[in-house]
Nanobody
Framework: QVQLVESGGGLVQAGGSLRLSCATSGNIGSINVMGWHRQAPGKPRELVATITSGGSTNYGASVKGRFAISRDNAKNTVYLQMNSLKPEDTAVYYC?????????WGQGTQVTVSS
């Protein structure tokens, strides 16, 4: 069973930075897509960024140029570097890893950006 544990969320002032981490356990295979999604109160969950096992990345329009996703395949861990944070980035951030036989989600980590 694939399990994910996020860390790194917290409270930061606008313009600041945070780095989220998501550690995986279980067999995730060599071909998969790792990603981050977020959900603000009263809003649907939205894509933040994804990265394939080959290193191809995709970003949501609202974070492009400010956030960077990366992964360490040796550690089966995915990261999200968030820079130039804005109050509208406030949300619960969820890690997601999908492969041939699974689609796993983490429990979420709160990111709050104060103005």
């Amino acid at each position: 069973q694939v399990q994910l544990v996020e860390s790194g969320g917290g409270l930061v002032q606008a313009g600041g930075s945070l780095r989220l981490s998501c550690a995986t356990s279980g067999n995730i295979g060599s071909i998969n897509v790792m990603g981050w999604h977020r959900q603000a109160p009263g809003k649907p969950r939205e894509l933040v960024a994804t990265i394939t096992s080959g290193g191809s990345t995709n970003y949501g329009a609202s974070v492009k140029g400010r956030f960077a996703i990366s992964r360490d395949n040796a550690k089966n861990t995915v990261y999200l570097q968030m820079n130039s944070l804005k109050p509208e980035d406030t949300a619960v951030y969820y890690c997601n890893v999908a492969g041939g036989w699974y689609n796993a989600w983490g429990q979420g980590t709160q990111v709050t950006v104060s103005s």
